[in-house]
């Protein structure tokens, strides 16, 4: 038999063989041991016995005892996500896109907690958890219900401080594109969003969900947005600016500035890389210093954010009081979880590095520690990393951040000066957004990519990909590059996965087609600068299946 019959036959028996069937879904989990995780100990002690202290309750099982009972709740949950965001999630999920994860924690165990004096905050489906406050003297009674699974400490936020840069006085950019960007040139041009702009992407039906401070949309960059959904995680209505006498007066400004670099418009002054996306506006941080449990507010916002059917988030908090570096590991904090499981269903999550790198914390924070995640970091206009940009690895030794752009004095709105003002702000929190921005760009270019395409896109094109390092990760974004990027498999680059790319791979390794470099490099699954039949089979295996 001739190697071209082989390779053909070969194509055709894989392409036949069916599917593996997905694993049934465990419907309880044993308690954990111990039940009060340790974590609650060492708190308490700096708190005194009539204070409250902050827990999550996490559940073993959702009262599902039978197929028959899971079938009917899964039908059930189907109603309570958009058409938008089942549909997103096809891109990711095999077979069933709603799956145990989305179906709601089990009323009667709240109800029991609460008879018993728990004062509850959020619910969590994804986590199958609650969080709230509970008196120290009733943490053993809640922690010997039989459903009760662990209990482990609410962790508190902690504000990216505002690095203070030396101010300057920058020449006004040459303008030579089809927008004018005004003095926001300068941290577009460096990752080279201009020129995809000028192509005609602007982010346009892409929905971005943005977990932040509050947002005033009166800033004139703002006028254009009309969210989709915007919700006070806070205070819990759907008024995300400052509200007199609720709101502290600073609390909307850095939400309202990172929205501004994301998504800002203001001809002659002010673009962000979305420009003419839709916006889902997230108010998680509180910045009230004496009310310090806000991460249960960004699970929450997540998950409904996800129900709504954000394709990316952006966010630009840390998430490290009461963690140890030890706890990035990608597996242990809450928010890390909750935005591994959002990418999990095919949204694009970006976070911030965080700005500790001078301080004693010195790494990255919660959610940054993310395996599928975009995490930023921060360089200045020469494309130098910022002295304060947090640092990586994880704890278990992955490259953190993925990427960096510019987040030394970056051009945005000014609310606290007035809504035409504009000024320029320094730290991951603004890197954060020109990402989260270029990732919308990508979508809406490449609708079927998932979040670890859009994820390889981005790192494969930057300028460090060569040699990625723990400050820098993969370097400085090439937004051009990311969206004429070849995906492994897509060998004929058109978005699908079909036996097409198959067919092409086996001539290239046949020697009876001409091919490009993206071309071979997308046929090239394994990254070993040859073409053999492994890779025709991860190719086909590909094409069987969601990407």
Not at 157 to 172: A, D, F, M, T, Y
Not at 180 to 197: C, D, F, K
Not at 293 to 312: C, F, H, R, Y
Not at 443 to 462: D, F, K, N, S, Y
Request: with cysteine; hydrophobic share 40%.
């Amino acid at each position: 038999m001739s190697t071209h019959r082989l390779l053909v036959l070969s194509v055709a028996v894989i392409f036949a063989s069916p599917l593996i069937a997905g694993d049934q879904p465990v419907l309880e989990q044993a308690k954990k041991t111990p039940v009060i995780h340790e974590s609650i100990s060492a708190f308490a002690r700096s708190r005194l016995m009539d204070k409250l202290i902050p827990v999550w309750v996490f559940f073993t099982d959702k009262s599902i005892k039978s197929k028959p009972e899971f079938r009917a709740a899964i039908q059930a949950a189907e109603g309570t996500i958009s058409q938008r965001a089942l549909q997103r999630r096809s891109k990711v999920m095999r077979g069933e896109v709603v799956s145990f994860s989305d179906l709601p924690v089990y009323d009667s165990y709240l109800a029991q907690l609460q008879s018993m004096g728990f004062q509850q905050r959020h619910t969590s489906r994804w986590l199958n958890a609650v969080s709230g406050f509970v008196q120290q003297a009733q943490l053993q009674s809640l922690a010997s219900l039989p459903f009760v699974r662990q209990i482990t400490l609410l962790h508190s936020s902690r504000r990216l401080p505002e690095p203070k840069v030396i101010e300057r006085n920058p020449e006004s950019p040459i303008e030579s594109h089809r927008l004018q960007y005004g003095r926001s040139l300068t941290q577009l041009e460096q990752i080279n969003v201009p020129a995809v702009h000028d192509l005609g992407y602007s982010g346009q039906n892409v929905l971005i969900c943005m977990l932040d401070t509050g947002y005033d949309l009166r800033h004139e960059s703002l006028h254009h947005i009309d969210p989709v959904g915007e919700h006070d995680f806070i205070f819990n209505d759907d008024i995300t600016r400052n509200e007199a006498g609720q709101d502290v007066s600073d609390q909307h400004e850095h939400g309202t500035m990172t929205l501004s670099v994301i998504g800002g418009s203001k001809a002659d002054t002010l673009y962000g890389p979305a420009y003419r996306a839709q916006f889902i506006l997230a108010k998680t941080e509180d910045v009230r210093s004496e009310t310090p449990i806000e991460e249960d507010n960004w699970v929450a916002a997540i998950e409904w954010a996800e129900s709504l059917g954000a394709d990316v988030a952006s966010s630009s908090l840390g998430y490290y009081d009461w963690y140890s570096y030890e706890d990035m590991n990608g597996d242990t904090a809450v928010t890390t979880k909750a935005a591994d499981m959002a990418a999990a269903r095919g949204v694009v999550v970006c976070a911030a590095a965080g700005n500790w790198r001078q301080d004693s914390w010195h790494y990255i924070s919660a959610p940054a520690d993310a395996d599928s995640i975009i995490t930023v970091g921060a360089v200045n206009d020469k494309g130098l990393i910022a002295g304060f940009s947090s640092a990586g690895p994880t704890y278990d030794g992955r490259i953190k951040p993925e990427v960096v752009a510019m987040g030394v004095l970056d051009w945005m709105a000014n609310p606290a000066k007035g809504v035409k003002e504009y000024r320029y702000a320094s730290g991951t929190s603004f890197s954060t957004p020109l990402i989260g921005g270029v990732a919308a760009l990508l979508v809406q270019a490449h609708p079927t990519w998932t979040p670890m395409q859009v994820r390889e896109a981005l790192i494969l094109t930057a300028n460090r990909a060569a040699s990625p390092d723990t400050l820098y990760g993969w370097g400085l974004v090439d937004a051009l590059k990311a969206i004429q990027y070849h995906q492994k498999g897509d060998v004929d680059g058109n978005d699908q996965w079909n036996a097409e790319d198959a067919l092409f791979a086996a001539r290239i390794l046949l020697g009876t087609s001409s091919y490009t470099e993206d071309e071979f490099r997308a046929a090239d699954m394994n990254s070993d600068e040859m073409i053999d039949i492994f890779d025709l089979v991860k190719i086909v295996r590909l094409s069987t299946t969601p990407p």
